[in-house]
């Protein structure tokens, strides 16, 4: 078989950590539901990453680093729009931390992100101004990734800006729809807009 020629299936893990499951700082409705989804999911993949949201205590992303602003204020960041978020997945503490719940047997690598206190980082893939990668994209192509499966929180954060940087690297790209969770539905809703309109696919877990 040509191996350039086959597909190869990446099941990517965004952000299911403590501090955006119900109890958590940043809590998405539902979150836990697709915890059971993604441990199902996983042996049908060839290769699992994860990513973490993982910033230092005083991450600028937080509004308590910015006295006299409040939690989901918006300010100007190194000339980009960000909104102020509760303090949350804090390295090394429990709300950044995998739920037992979550099999993490078969992650092979966990790529965090939002470590440089003055820049943040929704997608797995680049930083918010695209000015440093994490590495994710050259990993999946040294693996012979073709095609990129997304599950996690939130799904309008941070799971879309990853699906939007992967197509943009042109890995063939699926929302697997029944594996996330967003913040705002309504919001969700526009940001599949944007997905589909970029060539994005989605797919329920049953069809996979
Ligand atoms: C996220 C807001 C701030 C996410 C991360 O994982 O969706 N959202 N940091
Ligand atoms: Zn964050």
């Known amino acids: 078989m040509n191996t350039k020629e086959a597909l190869m299936k990446a099941l990517i893990l965004i952000d299911i950590q403590h501090d955006f499951l119900p109890g958590g700082a940043l809590a998405v409705p539902g979150g836990a539901d697709i915890?059971?989804?993604?441990?199902?999911?996983?042996?049908?993949?060839?290769?699992?990453?994860?990513?973490?949201?993982?910033?230092?205590?005083?991450?600028k992303s937080f509004a308590s680093a910015h006295p006299g602003k409040k939690t989901y204020d918006v300010i100007e960041l190194r000339g980009l729009?960000?909104?102020?978020w509760p303090d949350h997945c804090v390295q090394e503490t429990n709300g950044a931390a995998f739920p037992a719940a979550l099999s993490t047997a078969r992650i092979e690598?966990?790529?965090?992100?939002?470590?440089?206190?003055e820049?943040?980082?929704?997608?797995?893939?680049?930083?918010?101004?695209?000015?440093?990668?994490?590495?994710?994209a050259g990993y999946l192509r040294e693996k012979g990734v073709t095609e990129v499966y997304l599950?996690?929180?939130?799904?309008?954060?941070?799971?879309?800006?990853?699906?939007?940087d992967s197509l943009?690297?042109?890995?063939?790209t699926y929302y697997i729809e029944d594996a996330v969770r967003p913040l705002v539905q309504q919001e969700f809703k526009k940001a599949l807009e944007q997905f589909a309109a970029a060539g994005g696919h989605v797919i329920h877990s049953s069809n996979l």
């Open 35 to 59: 915890i059971p989804v993604v441990n199902q999911l996983q042996p049908r993949f060839e290769l699992v990453v994860a990513s973490q949201d993982w910033h230092p205590p005083d991450h």
């Open 81 to 84: 729009r960000q909104v102020l």
């Open 109 to 117: 690598a966990i790529f965090r992100k939002g470590t440089d206190p």
């Open 119 to 136: 820049i943040d980082s929704y997608s797995a893939f680049y930083d918010n101004g695209h000015r440093k990668s994490v590495g994710l």
């Open 151 to 164: 599950a996690g929180l939130a799904a309008e954060i941070c799971v879309y800006y990853t699906a939007m």
């Open 168 to 172: 943009q690297e042109n890995f063939i």
